[in-house]
Antibody, heavy 117, light 107 residues
Framework: EMQLVESGGDLVHPGGSLRLSCAAS????????TSWVRQAPGKGLEWVAN????????YYADSVRGRFTISRDNAKNSLYLLMNSLGADDTATYYC???????????WGRGTQVAVS | DIQMTQSPSSLSASVGDRVTITCQASQDIKKYLDWYQQKPGKAPKLLIY???TLETGVPSRFTGSGYGKDFTFTIMSLQPEDIATYYC?????????FGQGTKVEIK
């Protein structure tokens, strides 16, 4: 079964840092772009960042550029999100998502919760 | 950034009803739009991509149409298990952006 499982969410103080992880299984992880998408409590979805199959390209939403870093380790079938200078607006459930086909998200994890307070 | 305007924000319909949600992009996105279903406490699920292509395994009562700036998502016959929030998303250009969501409830 294809799966993405996020971990690393926690309660952090404003200005703090956190590293999220996403473990992929059941498919060839290195063949896919992958992304982080977040959802603030009771709000809609917001794309956060993308990374190319080999990690050579990354793209970020303006709201996180310069503070967040997306990375991957294909040998470990894992995706990461290093989050620095966290603020209340970063409070959300963070989903790991596989980019399939053209550019849509065809596989999602269950999410990990980040609270900044 | 491309703004996605989704309407209505919520709706209530009876089982068996036809339900329609619209999504308008602030600029031409060609066919690069998809639709997701999100049930409470769950991750989103891809239903339709490239505006009208049904994802494998998704029931055929879900349909999508449109091109350019105006798109429509339809549930042909609403079922109790379709209670969820539905989101459109454009992937024509970065940053990829979502509509604000439509919450579908049973009357």
């Amino acid at each position: 079964e294809m799966q993405l499982v996020e971990s690393g969410g926690d309660l952090v103080h404003p200005g703090g840092s956190l590293r999220l992880s996403c473990a992929a299984s059941g498919f060839t992880f290195r063949n896919y772009w992958t992304s982080w998408v977040r959802q603030a409590p009771g709000k809609g979805l917001e794309w956060v960042a993308n990374i190319k199959q080999d990690g050579s390209e990354q793209y970020y939403a303006d709201s996180v550029r310069g503070r967040f870093t997306i990375s991957r380790d294909n040998a470990k079938n894992s995706l990461y999100l290093l989050m620095n200078s966290l603020g209340a607006d970063d409070t959300a459930t963070y989903y790991c998502a596989r980019v399939g086909g053209v550019w849509y998200f065809d596989l999602w994890g269950r999410g990990t919760q980040v609270a900044v307070s | 950034d491309i703004q996605m305007t989704q309407s209505p924000s919520s709706l209530s319909a009876s089982v068996g009803d036809r339900v329609t949600i619209t999504c308008q992009a602030s600029q031409d996105i060609k066919k690069y739009l998809d639709w997701y279903q999100q049930k409470p406490g769950k991750a989103p699920k891809l239903l339709i991509y490239d505006a009208s292509t049904l994802e494998t395994g998704v029931p055929s009562r879900f349909t999508g149409s449109g091109y350019g700036k105006d798109f429509t998502f339809t549930i042909m016959s609403l079922q109790p298990e379709d209670i969820a929030t539905y989101y459109c998303q454009q992937y024509n250009d970065l940053p990829w952006t979502f509509g604000q969501g439509t919450k579908v409830e049973i009357k």
